[in-house]
Each structure stands twice: as C-alpha cells, then as structure tokens.
C-alpha cells in the first residue's frame, strides 16, 4: 500500500497520536483550535489537550490514514483507530490554517 501524501499540520497529528506525544498533538493546533467528536466540541489549546488525554494518547490510540483528499485548506479522511475508547474506522475532516490545524472533526456516523 503507498503512501497518503497530507498536508504537515494533518500529519503531524497522526505522527503525535502514535508517538504518544501529548505536546506534540497539542502543537499541531493553532491557539484556537478546536476538535469536534460527535459533536462534543472541544476548544483552543485546553480543550485539545483535554482530547488527547481522554480519547486518543490517554487511551492508548493509533490512529493509521486510509484514504485522503485535500481541496484548499481542507483535508477529508478516512482513517482505522484502535484504543482501549474506541475502534473502528471512522471519517475525519482537517482544516488547515497556515502551519497548524484549525480544526479536526469526527463526523457522526449516520
């Protein structure tokens, strides 16, 4: 299988999930950021390191990308997770602003 080629900022936070690397996940946002999982919306740089602690590093997740399209600043995937919250596969949507992501959203699964 190659390799899906998204933008740094998306990288970097799936970089950061499997290295476990908290403040690196953290990093990845820009100041506001925020992260949407069914709708439970989590903000700027707390609300993401509250995420990371309670759903992804803290859980103990991997996180690998299986399909990825990107149209301007945004980037829709498909990704497979494995963590002691949730696994599966899922869709997520990256906005990209400049050298960090503005947001990561998990869509509903409807």
Do not use: C, K
Not at 7 to 31: H, K, Y
Not at 55 to 62: F, L
Not at 64 to 88: H, I, P, Y
Request: glycine fraction near 10%.
């Amino acid at each position: 299988m190659s390799e899906l080629t998204v933008p740094a900022p998306v990288q970097a936070m799936v970089d950061a999930i499997n290295a476990a690397d908290t403040d690196a996940f953290v990093a990845a946002f820009t100041e506001d950021g925020f992260i949407d999982d069914w709708g439970r919306v989590m903000r700027g740089r707390d609300g993401v390191h509250r995420w990371a602690g309670s759903d992804a590093i803290g859980a103990g997740a991997r996180m690998t990308l299986l399909t990825a399209e990107t149209e301007g600043e945004t980037t829709s995937v498909r990704f497979g997770w494995s963590s002691r919250v949730f696994n599966g596969e899922s869709n997520g949507v990256f906005v990209v602003h400049g050298d960090r992501l503005a947001s990561f959203t998990i869509p509903p699964n409807h």
